[in-house]
């Protein structure tokens, strides 16, 4: 990719998952002359990896404000001094199992204020990155014209800033992606990954609730990425895109890929306990985080490892038999977007957490992959 000269750029949420390997991604391809990074934690407190430190290392393009984009006055702060090209929403409560109040702070109003700061400021677009959980939770596969009916509570919040950027009258392109996994991953995949080392430390098999062939579908985050570059490039204002990659992982595919990474045994509990979980999931969930928490933490404590953002919580939204089964190609046939990862693999998430290992935060000596 080619530099691009007078283009800024506005991150919102930027040292957030998403955020930092974004702002890597248009650093390494010299996309923009100048990233502003508008965040609550600092780059010093976020757990970036080297490779993302070095990204915001570079002082002539990538600039830090340490804003609460829900009150305000930091929202202007944060559009201060700057006409943007671009502006990219990644802020809002990303982890489940919040109260409703804290979504609507997080993910809705902080839309509607910085929309209106956005419109004021005359970007040329905005990105919005929602969730495909918006979509109706059925086994059909899933594409842009799909029935919206959220089924986590997060994809409720995301809907209604949505529909906030399709009213704002600002330029807009609005992102839906599967499970998003890769470097810096705290709660795609990450939490189920956490959870097989739970089960190596308690020497028992990891077994899953429901079947082997209930889908997560994912994406991996440097494809996220490209397709928000993509969007604010080259998509007409108004469109929506799915991402997902065409690998369609399913529960079976992941539980087999876990046990080999970590060397156990993994399965399903069967139909009957699952029939009965889905009578008690709250409690099941509560039972399941009071097991996996401790040897957790038993784990990092042996490896002398004090403070971690990763953990094997699981909330009770997670436990739904609701398939996340979607079409991710509609960006390919009209943006030309090609997923450099096509294909969730046991390497790629064997790289996610060697570099959680380099950072100190993942216990070594769990991953039979390594070895």
Not at 57 to 80: C, G, I, N, R, Y
């Amino acid at each position: 990719m080619s530099e691009t000269k007078d283009v800024e750029v506005l991150i919102l949420g930027g040292t957030g998952f998403i955020g930092r390997n974004l702002v890597k991604f248009l650093v390494d391809n010299k996309l923009a002359k100048y990233i502003a990074v508008a965040d609550k934690s600092p780059p010093g407190t976020a757990y970036l990896s080297p490779i993302h430190a070095a990204a915001f290392a570079d002082k002539e393009t990538v600039h830090f404000q340490q804003v609460d984009l829900s009150k305000p006055e930091h929202v202007k702060k944060a559009f201060k001094d700057h006409k943007f090209t671009y502006v990219v929403n990644l802020c809002g409560e990303t982890r489940c199992g919040c109260h409703d109040a804290d979504y609507k702070i997080k993910c809705e109003d902080t839309a509607a204020r910085c929309l209106e700061e956005a419109k004021a400021n005359g970007i040329t677009k905005w990105v919005e990155v929602s969730t495909a959980q918006v979509y109706e939770a059925e086994k059909s596969i899933k594409t842009e014209k799909s029935k919206l009916e959220p089924w986590t509570t997060i994809a409720k919040y995301r809907l209604k800033a949505e529909n906030l950027v399709k009213a704002s009258g600002v330029p807009y392109v609005i992102l839906r992606p599967a499970i998003v996994y890769g470097p810096g991953d705290l709660t795609g995949l990450s939490p189920r990954i956490m959870c097989a080392v739970a089960y190596c430390v308690l020497k028992e098999k990891m077994s899953f609730l429901w079947t082997d062939s209930l889908q997560l579908n994912t994406v991996h985050v440097e494809d996220v990425c490209q397709a928000i570059w993509l969007a604010c490039t080259k998509a007409t204002s108004g469109s929506v895109y799915n991402l997902a990659d065409s690998s369609n992982l399913t529960q079976g595919a992941l539980s087999d890929m876990l046990g080999k990474m970590f060397g156990i045994e993994t399965g399903f509990v069967g139909t009957v306990l699952s029939n009965l979980a889905k009578v008690n999931l709250a409690g099941v969930a509560s039972d399941a985080n009071d097991k996996h928490v401790p040897a957790w933490a038993r784990a990092c404590e042996e490896a002398k490892i004090n403070n971690t953002p990763l953990s094997p919580y699981i909330d009770q939204e997670l436990l739904y038999k609701r398939p996340l089964y979607v079409d991710g190609t509609l960006i390919s046939k009209e943006l030309g977007m090609t997923y450099k990862y096509p294909k969730c693999t046991s390497e790629l998430l064997t790289a996610q957490v060697k570099g959680f290992e380099e950072q100190g935060i993942f216990p070594p000596n769990y991953l039979k992959a390594a070895k």
